[in-house]
């Protein structure tokens, strides 16, 4: 009923069009009736926003315009303002609530179709046939523009858009027009269907690639595909698919049905045995399968084809090639894949949305959409989620019973119960003496992370991350093989181009490439890789030590103690030394860290550029090793720099330990724990704030600026040009914000180092997995819709793990161990009270405060600031927590037996500690293999069936070509037999006469054929 306005098919010239006079349009659904044409006037059509070019120099005088009849005077008004500078067309919006007249836009463009000789305006840009509804709008998809057929398809409404080119229209640039005529040339060549799309001021390719290119490459890539079913296939599935039948099962599914995914939205997929493509099984593998060149599949098939495409004639270079190094100069604005609007409806109805927070993901679809590499993302963060409930809720537990036994701590009692004992001032100027039950609110506190339980939960935590690395082994395996990625390595992979470049521009591989005539030679690690290597490792080194200097000007901020004296408290109350100096230095602490990272995140990336790295997967661990090394020590070293060294080294009244003249910290009088605690919240909760922020707010005030400048104009560029409008899918994805390859790396380094925080140093906030728990339930959510509604549509990769982050978090544990046995040995009261116990006859611990703490005589200090101090107070004798001789017994202020006792304990437990948890992770690793045994048994059975069924369909092809020579051979001996027939003979014989015929030769007459 309906025809779309193609604007390429008019054949005005552009070089008659004059810039003054070019109009601006609201693309219209227009009716070729007049009696369409009147009905327009009385219900909405569907409508997409176009902005077409056309001529009006002979508008005025043309006579055609007449033979279109003008509704109505308005519309003629609306006519005649639409030449006016400065008049804006109603948009889509307004027409969709309701505004505006539908039919004025429709009737100025059929007018200016007149003008071009067009009797009738042709179909092919985004509006809708059928129906004259609203459609949808929202979500980038404009109204009626996804009905049509070619919003994602070519003109002809058949070939799909499996990857769009878009460069500026505009340019002028000889040079530039030269490189892309060339590489679109080159395109063709390799069987690369184009399309252009010339109707706005960005010009569009698209581009589709026909099933034998498929086919070419996917057998080049050695991509796996599905088979048709195998006979005894089923049997191999039913026997290895793990089926729980019992009455207890059924009982819990039914209680979790609504996590459940919506099978009418995402039904069950059968499954397939798969393997590598080749053209000579074409008919083995199942066409019909989803994952028979999906979507990500195709994309990254075009990509690769894309990457090594030269554009500049002669001798063809590495240097020369690829759509990166086009997009990088200029050539093209971008390059990238199509959203499918319907699939992406799907996703962000029943995966992209917080309300879905409790439901499973669709894997599987996920896969398809976004490719194995992302959808890996998603199921690992997923899977890390769900094996955070049971340490998030033993975390709650634990905490739960420091509130309980609150009131049964004997320390924390004695503290609020004295009345006499004064502590010695904490700082040389400005501290007075204070008494200890001033700290009885932070010694109960500090009871809730440092009771009978630190221990139990660490030892919990550190068995958890072994279990967690395991499982999630066995789990993606799973998922690998049933995705067809099994066996799938860097092995496989080609070179990057941009390492093609690089090695041939290397002097010393000219001569090597000059001779092999191949652009990926050997490279020598020592003559050629290991310098780039080392100065990218030597800066990164350099950067770790600027953050040391950071952190340490941070410590010396603390040991001054005066940026928060002038500002927010007294420096003597509690209030200041509890909360205040801890929270403002956390806040610093953060800061620095957010700007170190930003500053080195940039770079990392020119350092990996520098290495020679040839695959992508050989150049995103460089990246995430380099990346992850500096965050460690980043976010980490004040943490550690709290539990391992703070209060450690502090000396006694009389002889401080100093650094640039000021005291060395000593621990808060809530202790160094408490503090840990404080900074682990501030600084894990304030980055995934931050994060959240940046990840989501920042997309979408981008986007609404877009919108905002597409509506309104508020924004020009390119001489009074305004944003390109969305018109169809690849108009509407050019608004979006590019995809990047290594768009997963800043996911991943957030999610790790939240998992660094909470196997290292969660012991001091056993909260801390509920709150990863939490924030990683909105992540992924955020994450999906930031991917589907912000973001254009990432190549497909292939994958068959997370890469190098399983690594680093193997690497994180080992440490967790080592860090979890010195909190527990210096930074709690756990050895302590163990040798207080096995040295005293105090059950009890009724007298474990005073054997924390020793007396020391005023008269000592070496401060005249404190002497006055002291004399203005009238204090003679004061108590700082220290292992050491009090001020009356021999040897006053050294060090006593005892300490080395401690002392003694504290290393051993780390041996011992260390020793039996890494013995239990080895335990559980051998327990726990890599790949389920059910799964192992599977792949096996599948591949013996698979040569079985190879070897068969090999004799079947054998035997047909067998018969098909038979059948040849003999067709050549009836020709070689009726060709030594005597001339006679073989004339009778074609002509139908022989001797029993001989008779009837009178009879035929004239009706007889002669064929010789």
């Not at 380094?749 to 012991?763: C, D």
Request: glycine letters at 6%.
């Amino acid at each position: 009923m309906y025809s779309a306005v193609r604007t390429h098919d008019y054949d005005y010239p552009e070089s008659e069009m004059d810039e003054r006079e070019s109009l601006y349009f609201d693309t219209i659904s227009l009716a070729e009736s007049e009696a369409a044409a009147a009905a327009a006037h009385r219900k909405s059509l569907s409508q997409s926003r176009n902005t077409i070019y056309h001529s009006a120099v002979d508008l005025a005088g043309d006579e055609s315009r007449n033979s279109l009849r003008l509704a109505s005077g308005a519309a003629a008004e609306h006519m005649r303002l639409a030449w006016q500078p400065g008049y804006r067309q109603s948009t889509a919006l307004e027409h969709l609530n309701g505004g505006g007249d539908h039919t004025d836009a429709a009737i100025a463009a059929q007018v200016l179709a007149l003008q071009n000789g067009r009797t009738h305006l042709p179909t092919g840009i985004g509006v809708g046939g059928g129906g004259g509804g609203g459609g949808h709008y929202g979500h980038g998809a404009t109204a009626g523009g996804g009905d049509d057929e070619t919003y994602r398809r070519f003109n002809d409404g058949k070939r799909s858009v499996d990857f769009v080119l878009a460069y500026n229209g505009e340019d002028l640039d000889e040079e530039a027009a030269n490189k892309r005529k060339i590489f679109e040339a080159n395109l063709m060549r390799e069987g690369i269907e184009l399309e252009y799309y010339k109707e706005q001021w960005v010009h569009f390719i698209k581009l589709h690639a026909p099933p034998d290119v498929l086919h070419r490459y996917a057998e080049v890539l050695k991509i796996k595909m599905p088979l048709k079913p195998i006979p005894g296939q089923e049997q191999i599935i039913a026997e290895t698919t793990l089926e729980l039948k019992s009455w207890f099962t059924r009982m819990c599914r039914s209680l979790f049905s609504s996590v459940q995914l919506n099978t009418d939205v995402f039904p069950d997929r059968e499954q397939r045995i798969h393997m590598e493509f080749a053209q000579k099984y074409l008919e083995l593998y199942d066409k019909e399968h989803p994952n028979y060149f999906d979507p990500s599949t195709r994309y990254s098939i075009i990509d690769f084809v894309m990457q090594r495409q030269h554009f500049e004639q002669g001798e063809e270079k590495a240097d020369n090639l690829g759509i990166e190094k086009l997009v990088e100069d200029g050539v093209y604005l971008c390059a990238y894949t199509l959203h499918d609007k319907d699939r992406r409806g799907e996703l962000l109805k029943e995966w992209a949305s917080i309300r879905k927070w409790k439901n499973l993901q669709p894997l599987d679809y996920v896969k398809d959409y976004f490719g194995a590499k992302v959808a890996l993302y998603f199921a690992w963060l997923g899977f890390y989620t769900h094996m955070l409930m049971p340490v998030s809720v033993l975390g709650i537990f634990f905490f739960l019973y420091g509130f309980v036994t609150w009131s049964s701590d004997p320390i924390s009692q004695d503290i609020c119960n004295d009345n006499e004992t004064i502590m010695c001032p904490q700082c040389d100027k400005g501290c007075n003496f204070w008494r200890l039950n001033e700290t009885c609110t932070s010694s109960k506190f500090n009871y809730l992370i440092d009771n009978k339980m630190t221990v139990v939960f660490a030892f919990v935590m550190a068995i958890w991350s072994v279990i967690y690395l395991e499982l999630w082994k066995r789990y993606s395996a799973g998922l690998v093989h049933r995705w067809g990625l099994t066996g799938f390595n860097h092995h496989v992979e080609h070179p990057r181009p941009q390492y093609l470049a690089k090695v041939s521009q290397s002097k010393r591989l000219s001569k090597k490439l000059g001779e092999a005539k191949t652009l990926d030679p050997d490279v020598p690690f020592w003559s050629i890789k290991f310098w780039p290597n080392f100065t990218s490792y030597s800066i990164m080194v350099l950067f770790i030590c600027i953050s040391v200097i950071a952190i340490s000007a941070i410590i010396i901020y603390r040991m001054a103690q005066r940026a928060s004296h002038s500002i927010l408290a007294n420096e003597n109350t509690m209030t200041y030394k509890i909360m205040v100096l801890p929270i403002t230095a956390g806040f610093l602490d953060l800061i620095v860290i957010s700007i170190l990272d930003l500053v080195y995140s940039s770079l990392a990336v020119r350092l990996t550029n520098y290495e020679y790295c040839r695959t992508q997967t050989e150049y995103d661990e460089s990246l995430t090793i380099k990346n992850y090394v500096f965050q460690f020590v980043n976010y980490y070293s004040s943490l550690f720099y709290i539990a391992f060294f703070k209060g450690k080294f502090v000396g006694y009244p009389s002889k401080y330990n100093r650094i640039f003249s000021f005291r060395q910290e000593e621990c808060n009088p809530g202790g160094c724990l408490m503090e840990l605690c404080v900074q682990l919240v501030i600084i894990m909760v304030g980055k995934q704030a931050v994060n959240a922020i940046v990840e989501m707010l920042i997309p979408y005030l981008m986007r609404t600026a877009k919108e905002l400048n597409q509506n309104y104009g508020w924004f020009k560029r390119h001489s009074e040009q305004k944003l390109v409008p969305s018109t169809n899918q690849f108009t509407e994805d050019f608004n979006l914000l590019p995809a990047e390859n290594n768009s997963l790396y800043a996911e991943y380094l957030e999610m790790v180092i939240q998992y660094g925080f909470i196997t290292l140093f969660s012991l001091a906030f056993p909260l801390a997995p509920l709150l990863a728990l939490i924030n990683n339930v909105i992540e992924l959510r955020l994450d999906a819709i930031k991917m589907l509604r912000f973001v254009r549509r990432p190549v497909g990769m292939r994958a068959r793990d997370i890469g190098v982050w399983h690594s680093i978090m193997t690497v994180l544990t080992h440490i967790a161990v080592a860090s979890s046995a010195m909190i527990i040995a210096f930074s709690t009261n756990f050895i302590p009270k163990l040798v207080y116990k096995a040295t005293h006859d105090d059950p009890e611990l009724n007298g474990y405060l005073n054997f924390t703490m020793a007396a020391f005589y005023t008269k000592d200090f070496e401060t005249d600031t404190l002497l006055n101090v002291s004399a203005t107070a009238n204090v003679t004798e004061c108590y700082y927590t220290e292992f050491r001789n009090n001020a009356w017994e021999p040897n006053p202020y050294k060090r006593p037996v005892v300490y080395w006792k401690i002392l003694t304990a504290r290393l051993a437990f780390i041996v011992i500690y260390q020793n039996i948890i890494t013995m239990l992770q080895g335990i559980l690793r051998w327990a726990v293999p890599d790949v389920s045994g059910r799964l192992l048994k599977r792949i096996k059975r599948e591949n013996f069936l698979l040569r079985e069924h190879i070897i068969e369909f090999e004799k079947r092809q054998a035997q047909e070509l067998t018969q098909t020579q038979l059948q040849s051979q003999q067709q050549q001996q009836q020709q070689q037999t009726v060709g030594s027939e005597p001339e006679d003979l073989l004339r009778q014989r074609l002509n139908g006469n022989n001797n029993n015929n001989s008779n009837n030769k009178n009879a035929a007459g004239d009706s007889s054929t002669t064929y010789v």
